[in-house]
Structures are given as structure tokens and as C-alpha cells.
């Protein structure tokens, strides 16, 4: 092993019955990679990287002491040929040795070594990762940040919230993977790292093109909370496409001494003809304006009195939305070719089913003020209806005027307990949105699988594998009859199953997980979801978007989305339909 445990070790003991113990490694960068082993169970260990006396980098990772559940890599290299010290900082219970921790003889350079443990923890766990959707190669993910369209070569960027020291939540940066077809995913190295100021939370990326902020023409900046002692907002430029960013000198360019002030999502305004920002703060959204990116001014805020406020607001998007005149083409009573401003804002908690979700509202916007367009309608609107559906945001610069949504595809109830072993987390495929007027005469996002997603439909099969697109309709005459109801249930060889209803008389669709699998991870995950039906119609039907540990159900034209993960001992594979018919195909990836 190229690392070695210098002698030097101190202990202190707290009044919660624990000490701090520190030990010195020193290392250089010519070593490569450092594999850290990690227990989760475990509080975090500080790790400071220092170099010719200066701090260059603090991580914190779930040290093993007991027992190892995988390896993570700390890239020594990226430090060039230097010496490095690296102080570990570990808290234990004043009863334990440090000499009894694992980690100490296991920390290694060693890439096959660890490599070869990662690969059969693997093993127990990769039948969960999903074959379609977006999911980090190893550690954590959660929001998705920045996201981009980039005409000049058509690819999509996806950038998000990521741990690269273990599969929780924990030391902020922006990782970064690319696609052209929204469907099959690069991974990228990451792209913005913590700094001095603090760790980097969620945010948004756009394309300068007239260089108002002085990076360079057509420079992708991003924007983005710093998480230190306070939140506050800072920038960074790209000028190779987004796969490097320099962060700005003059940061932070927003600051408040509030709390939870966070998340910016940046729009030009073709009204203003100047940049805007919306931020959440605490239980409201804030307005702010700039004409370089760098120096914003205080607009307006919207929140009280209308949705949710059960939890923080979080991941704001205003965007401007159009309706579509095909959406309901079996009722033009609901077709809209109007525009409407839609505010998204997530909330954790609050969700309908508990936990997080996202809630939306259709109003106006004025250069501005965002106002709602109905000032009676004090209710949330949510735009999935499922429990793991979050932090959803859209792509900046879509091509034809689209918009189009990604979520996390998870909740923070069980986010950090899910089975899956080296990575925790996914996003949702894609969506396009869209408007259309309810049968109440209020205005909806439609919410639509992105024209990518029917990509995936190979051949068709008798039965579910697992991953495939399901297509339902509902017997013309099923409505009339005595139920009314349209029952979908996909089960496999161990009993496990998932049970849908489609219920014309109380106009809901629901969702039944509570035994579709492992549900034991979390008090919280045995659930049924529900969504009213929001538009009535002669025949309806849904679409199935299955991969190994995710459902994704849409209304077919677009009044109602729900996700909810499953975690299944083997793939479903019967389906039985009662008041309807389906049809199966297998994906092509």
C-alpha cells in the first residue's frame, strides 16, 4: 500500500459519551487513487486533504469500523505530484478502540482489491438497477441541476445533486452525464466541485449568447446555492460545452441571512430583456432580475395563501407553458391553445402521500410579479401523483420550444435506505408539458412521456419483463357496468405483486405497492397513491413505463402522471387485466 498511518494519534473524550480521534496519513498524488472503505451505519469521518501547509479539500465518508459495505475512490491525482497529508477526524463511542476499526487496514490504493469486493456487493444488488433511466454509476444522487439542451451538437445535459464518497446524502457537487436521446446516458467527470465557500447544492445553467456576464460568447453559466455557513448563491462559466466550469471570482453574487435560500432557476425574459431568477426561500418563491448574472436586484415574491406549506419549498422553475390543441382531441371542451405561466415548486415534506412531491401553479407573469391565474383556486396541483416524483425541473434551451421535465425519482422518507448497494437513486424519464382545462374549468399541466420514450417499444411479448412499455385500454363498455372499475395487476412467481385501479365511477386511478416486494427498509413505503381522474371521458387509457425497480403510469393524454419505486425479489412477469386489454413491448435497451 503506497499510504501509511503516521504515528500520531490524539483522543478526546465529549459529554455525549463519545471521543474524537484523529489520525495522520500521508500520501502523494502520484499514488493515484485512494479506496475508502465504508460502513453506512457509521456517523461521517472528516477528512481534510492539506498541502504545504494549506486545506485543500474536506470530504466526509462513513468510515468502516465493524464491517465494510463497499469501497469509494478519492482521486489523489487530482492534486499532481504533491505530498499530501491527510488528517482523519472519527467519532466513536469513548467504550471503542480506534485500533478496532476496519478502515485502517483496509484503506488501500489498490484498485483490483477494492474493485473486486465492489463487484460482489454488485452482484446482491445491481438486479435493481434500471436499464432506461438515468442513475449514477456509484454514490449518491438527488436533484437534478442545470440541465441544458446543447443544439450544436444535440446532446442533453443532465447535471445533479451527487455524493462520489458514499451512497447517502453528503458532500455536494455537481455530477454531470450526457444523451442523445434522453434515453442512453454518459457519465461525465464531475463538474463542479465544493470550494472554500461551501458545498454545491441545487441550481440551473444557461446559454449566454449575447455574453451579457463577460465569460465569452455563447458561455453556458451556471448558477447555483452554496452550502457553508449560510446558503447564498454563486456562478460558474464553461466554455468547452459544459464539461468544465471556473467558478466566478466575485462570488457569491446573491446572499440573505435567512436560512433556506436555495435552488436558483435562471430564465431570460424576452419581455424585460434581462435575466431572471427565481429562488426558494423558506415557504415562499423570490423574484430577482440581472443584466449580467452577476448582479441581482430584489423583484417580488409569491407563496402565501395558496398550496401546500407543510414543509420547505424547494427546486423552484417558472416556465412558460403552451396549450396544446391535440392533447384532448375527444373533448375540444378541453383544449387550450393558450399560454400560462407555470410556477413548480417542490416541497419536502407535504406531498399528498406523504413526504416530497412536486405542486405547481398556473398564472401569469409580468416582467415582474407572477400571479395566479385563478385567485379563488388556493389548492395544490400536483404533477405526479405517485411517491416518487421530486425536485423536478426542466431543460433549458429545448429544441421546437419544447418543455421538457426530468424529476428524482425517490423521497426523502426512504431516500437514503433504499436497496440498491453501491448508488442510491434514479431520475424519472422525461416529460413533455403541456396545458388543457379540467372538467371544472381549471387550467392543468398535462404531463406527457417525453416523444423519446417511444423509442423504447420493441417487440411485443404475452407477458411483463423486466423492462418494458405496457399500453392498457379499458373495455368501451366497462364504464357502465355494475364496478366501473379496470383492475391491472402485475405480480411474479413469489406472490409479490402491484395492484391498479381504474375507477370510472370515483374517478381515480390508485396504485397499490404495499406488497409489491421489499417494503421493509422503511415504515413509509407500503402505500397505495391515488390521482383523480380530472377529465371524463368515453374510454381511457394508460400507459406503463416498467424498469426492474420503477412504474411510471400516465394518462394517455396527459390529465395525470403517477411514479412509485418497487423493489421486487425477482422481475414481475404475469399480468393480468380485468375490464380491459394490454398490449406488451419488450424495450429495446
Not at 392 to 421: C, F, I, K
Amino acid at each position: 500500500m503506497a499510504v501509511s498511518l503516521a504515528a500520531c494519534t490524539a483522543t478526546t473524550t465529549t459529554h455525549q459519551h463519545r471521543c474524537t480521534q484523529v489520525s495522520v496519513m500521508r500520501a502523494n498524488g502520484a499514488d493515484g487513487v485512494l479506496w475508502l472503505p465504508v460502513q453506512e451505519s457509521m456517523g461521517e469521518s472528516n477528512i481534510r486533504i492539506l498541502a504545504d501547509n494549506q486545506q485543500l479539500e474536506l470530504v466526509r465518508v462513513r468510515l468502516a469500523k465493524d464491517s465494510i459495505d463497499y469501497y469509494v475512490p478519492y482521486e489523489l491525482n487530482r492534486w499532481g505530484d504533491r505530498d499530501l497529508v491527510l488528517e482523519i477526524r472519527t467519532w466513536l463511542p469513548d467504550t471503542a478502540r480506534r485500533e478496532a476499526m476496519v478502515c485502517w487496514d483496509a484503506i488501500t490504493t489498490n484498485s483490483t482489491l477494492a474493485g473486486q469486493f465492489n463487484a460482489r456487493r454488485a452482484a446482491e444488488t445491481d438486479r435493481y438497477r434500471l436499464r432506461y433511466h438515468h442513475s449514477p454509476a456509484f454514490g449518491w444522487m438527488n436533484d437534478p441541476n442545470g440541465m441544458f439542451y446543447d443544439e450544436a451538437t444535440g446532446v442533453w445535459h443532465l447535471y445533479y445533486q451527487h455524493n462520489p464518497y458514499g451512497a447517502m446524502w453528503g458532500n455536494m457537487h455537481w455530477a454531470h452525464s450526457t444523451s442523445r436521446d434522453l434515453l442512453h446516458w454518459e457519465h461525465q467527470p464531475i463538474a463542479i466541485r465544493p470550494t472554500a465557500l461551501g458545498t454545491i447544492f441545487s441550481g440551473s445553467a444557461v446559454i449566454d449568447r449575447n455574453n451579457t456576464s463577460g465569460f465569452g460568447e455563447n458561455a453556458l453559466v451556471a448558477i447555483f446555492t452554496v452550502e457553508g455557513e449560510s446558503q447564498k448563491q454563486a456562478i460558474g462559466y464553461s466554455l468547452d460545452g459544459g464539461l468544465s466550469f471556473t467558478q466566478y471570482a466575485g462570488n457569491p453574487v446573491l446572499s440573505d441571512t435567512i436560512a433556506d435560500f436555495r435552488d436558483p432557476k435562471v430564465f431570460w425574459d424576452e419581455q424585460t430583456q434581462r435575466w431572471v431568477m427565481v429562488l426558494a426561500c423558506q415557504q415562499e418563491m423570490r423574484f430577482y432580475a440581472s443584466d449580467n448574472l452577476k448582479d441581482w436586484t430584489y423583484l417580488s415574491r409569491f407563496g402565501e395563501g395558496y398550496g401546500c406549506h407543510d414543509g420547505v419549498w424547494e427546486c423552484p422553475d417558472l416556465i412558460k407553458v403552451q396549450g396544446d390543441n391535440s392533447q384532448f382531441a375527444i373533448h375540444d371542451s378541453q383544449c387550450t391553445k393558450e399560454s400560462k405561466w407555470v410556477l413548480l415548486c417542490n416541497i419536502n415534506p407535504g406531498g399528498p402521500f406523504g413526504g416530497s412531491a412536486t405542486q405547481y401553479f398556473v398564472g401569469d407573469w409580468n416582467g415582474k410579479e407572477f400571479t395566479i391565474h385563478n385567485a379563488q383556486c388556493t389548492n395544490s396541483k400536483w404533477l405526479d401523483y405517485g411517491m416518487d416524483h421530486y425536485a423536478t425541473v426542466t431543460y433549458h434551451n429545448a429544441p421546437e420550444d419544447r418543455v421538457v421535465a426530468q424529476g428524482w425519482m425517490s423521497n426523502w422518507l426512504y431516500a437514503n435506505d433504499l436497496p440498491t448497494g453501491l448508488y442510491r437513486s434514479q431520475n424519472t424519464i422525461t416529460r413533455d408539458l403541456s396545458l388543457y382545462i379540467d372538467d371544472k374549468g381549471e387550467y392543468r399541466v398535462a404531463v406527457k412521456p417525453s416523444p423519446e420514450n417511444d423509442a423504447l417499444c420493441g417487440e411485443t411479448v404475452e407477458q411483463p419483463t423486466e423492462a418494458c412499455v405496457i399500453d392498457v385500454q379499458m373495455d368501451n363498455g366497462q364504464r357502465t357496468k355494475d364496478n366501473g372499475q379496470m383492475l391491472i395487476t402485475l405480480s411474479n412467481d413469489k406472490g409479490e405483486k402491484v395492484v391498479m385501479t381504474l375507477d370510472v365511477r370515483k374517478k381515480t386511478f390508485s396504485m397499490d405497492r404495499r406488497h409489491s416486494g421489499d417494503c421493509s427498509f422503511s415504515k413509509h413505503f407500503a402505500a397505495v397513491t391515488t390521482t383523480p381522474l380530472f377529465v371524463e371521458r368515453p374510454s381511457y387509457k394508460v400507459r406503463l413505463f416498467i424498469d426492474r425497480c420503477s412504474i411510471e403510469a400516465f394518462d394517455s393524454e396527459g390529465a395525470w402522471a403517477m411514479t412509485n419505486l418497487v423493489f421486487p425479489s425477482e422481475p414481475y412477469n404475469h399480468l393480468e387485466v380485468q375490464g380491459g386489454t394490454a398490449t406488451i413491448y419488450n424495450s429495446k435497451i
